[in-house]
């Protein structure tokens, strides 16, 4: 049901869906948030992963991005290598659209979300207007790493520079394994660079199929990172025990 509130400069409202509340519906899938004037829209899940009875209450939290950013084609690749579980997770104001990949795998969906695995670099064709996330659920390799949620952008939001900061340790003084994840124009590869490096000395450059696309997945050291490119270029960093 439709719920309207007045907030002001600094103010937060927080709506809270969980079996109790709303047992017959997915969360707030499918919902549309509007404002008269501009907001910042935050989506979480709390104890979203529990890994071998180790660790409780893991949060995922992600900052939603406006309908300015749908797109119909994405690229996208795992953040670190084959071992980091992923899917992807496509919503659109059309109820009804469907997802093809590179590799020839078509989705249709009649309630306007479509979730997708992905297991290698591939790009994702839409017949309607979207926004992508990906979400991540942790590793069999490393029991207890957490889940993550990231947006995905269109090619039209990609940029020719990426700043960020690795952090160095986690709470109880363990470091994280870092990586970044680059997707880039194939004819540009020469010219895309991390931390000033030609990203082909690096690692294994993945053509995405039916694009002229490509990815790579670095290992990286905690500190402060860039990348740089001729051509605008979309990149993910991420870090895990």
């Not at 309908?67 to 496509?90: H, I, M, N, W």
């Not at 992905?118 to 994702?124: K, N, S, Y």
């Not at 860039?226 to 051509?231: A, D, E, I, Y």
Request: glycine share 6%.
């Amino acid at each position: 049901a439709p719920i309207t509130t007045i907030i002001g400069a600094g103010d937060s409202y927080i709506l809270k869906a969980d079996v109790q509340t709303a047992s017959s519906v997915e969360g707030y899938c499918g919902t549309r948030i509007s404002a008269s004037y501009p907001v910042s829209v935050i989506t979480n899940v709390s104890c979203g992963y529990v890994p071998l009875g180790r660790e409780a209450c893991n949060e995922m939290l992600d900052e939603l991005l406006p309908r300015t950013y749908f797109g119909k084609v994405f690229y996208a690749t795992p953040l670190s290598d084959s071992e980091q579980v992923a899917r992807l997770v496509f919503v659109s104001d059309s109820l009804h659209f469907t997802v093809l990949t590179g590799r020839g795998i078509l989705k249709e969906t009649f309630n306007g979300r479509i979730e997708m695995q992905l297991a290698r670099p591939d790009v994702f064709t839409l017949s309607q207007p979207a926004q992508c996330q990906l979400i991540t659920s942790g590793s069999d390799v490393v029991p207890i790493s957490d889940p993550s949620m990231v947006q995905v952008l269109a090619p039209e939001f990609y940029s020719d520079s990426v700043f960020w900061n690795t952090p160095f340790l986690n709470s109880n003084g363990s470091i994280f394994q870092h990586f970044v994840s680059i997707i880039f124009p194939q004819d540009a590869k020469q010219n895309v660079r991390l931390d000033g490096v030609p990203i082909t000395t690096l690692g294994i450059v993945q053509n995405i199929p039916q694009s002229t696309m490509a990815a790579i997945q670095i290992e990286i050291n905690p500190g402060n990172h860039s990348v740089t490119s001729t051509k605008p270029v979309f990149a993910i960093a991420s870090g895990f025990l």
